[in-house]
């Protein structure tokens, strides 16, 4: 894997929102809405949301017990620090094409369980949010890959 090459580690989602999303290992992402059974879909920039490993690593090093969906992130991935990647980036997630429309988002109130926990929380500066512009299916050991279409 390069720098544009990833792995998808976790498909998440949650039923309700304000709930911690987990893992379901496949989901299909539809065309300008998100992953069909996930709380957050919607017509809207903010559809799926992605983190890397490495994010979840330097929370793990601060301290916190954490493990995929614990950020609300949609997808996790390795190989890519997501975090790096410009706004209008485009991403081929299994079969689904996404574009990257936001990086960062303020957290809650007095922050997450887990910045209460650690004092700091990875998502606001490091999670990214795209819009699905093509739908398919994602699951586990899919490759994400940067594309310029």
């Not at 390069?2 to 949650?14: F, G, P, R």
């Not at 309700?16 to 709380?39: F, M, P, S, T």
């Not at 991935?77 to 990086?103: A, F, H, N, S, W």
Request: glycine share 10%; charged share 25%.
């Amino acid at each position: 894997m390069s720098a544009t090459e990833a792995k998808v580690l976790a498909v998440n989602i949650s039923e309700k929102r304000g709930e911690k999303k987990h893992d379901v290992g496949e989901a299909y992402l539809k065309a300008n809405y998100g992953i069909e059974i996930d709380a957050h879909a919607g017509d809207w920039h903010r559809q799926v949301s992605l983190l890397s490993l490495s994010s979840f690593e330097k929370m793990r090093n601060l301290g916190a017990d954490v493990f995929y969906g614990d950020f609300a992130e949609n997808i996790t991935v390795d190989g890519i620090d997501v975090c790096t990647l410009p706004i209008g980036t485009r991403l081929k997630v299994g079969e689904t094409l996404m574009e990257v429309t936001q990086i960062g988002k303020e957290c809650h109130n007095k922050g997450c369980a887990i910045k209460q926990q650690v004092g700091t929380c990875v998502m606001p500066t490091e999670g990214i949010f795209t819009r699905v512009l093509q739908g398919g299916m994602v699951k586990i050991g899919d490759t994400v890959k940067v594309v310029n279409e």
